[in-house]
């Protein structure tokens, strides 16, 4: 059962910058793939930003080029750098982890426990 552990977030000013922080349990020759999400109350939960296992990143238009996904395989961990921050970057961001290792069926999907940003103007 693989685990992930989020951290990072916090209350910011407009135009300041936060660093958020996802950890995977498990075995490191596995494959991971992450995805960041968003999400605030009463609204569909939001893609972010993603990172395949060869480094290719995607981002959603509202945040690209102030938001940088980057990833450590070894140790199992994806991170987003978030700068220029707005307020209507404000919500709970979760990552989301896509794990497949060599005796798997097919890839099986881990949430972490999301994070709270805020930012106020």
């Known amino acids: 059962q693989v685990q992930v552990v989020e951290s990072g977030g916090g209350s910011v000013q407009a135009g300041g910058s936060l660093r958020l922080s996802c950890t995977a349990s498990?075995?490191?020759?596995?494959?991971?793939?992450w995805y960041w999400y968003r999400q605030v109350p009463g609204k569909e939960r939001e893609f972010v930003s993603y990172?395949?296992?060869?480094?290719?990143?995607t981002y959603a238009d509202s945040v690209k080029g102030r938001f940088t996904i980057s990833r450590d395989s070894a140790k199992n961990q994806v991170y987003l750098q978030m700068n220029s921050l707005k307020p209507e970057d404000t919500a709970v961001f979760y990552c989301?982890?896509?794990?497949?290792?060599?005796?798997?069926?097919?890839?099986?999907?881990?949430w972490g426990q999301g994070t709270q940003v805020t930012v106020s103007s």
């Open positions: 498990g075995d490191t020759s596995c494959n991971y793939d």
């Open positions: 989301k982890t896509d794990v497949l290792c060599r005796d798997y069926d097919r890839e099986y999907s881990y």
């Open positions: 990172i395949d296992s060869d480094d290719i990143t």
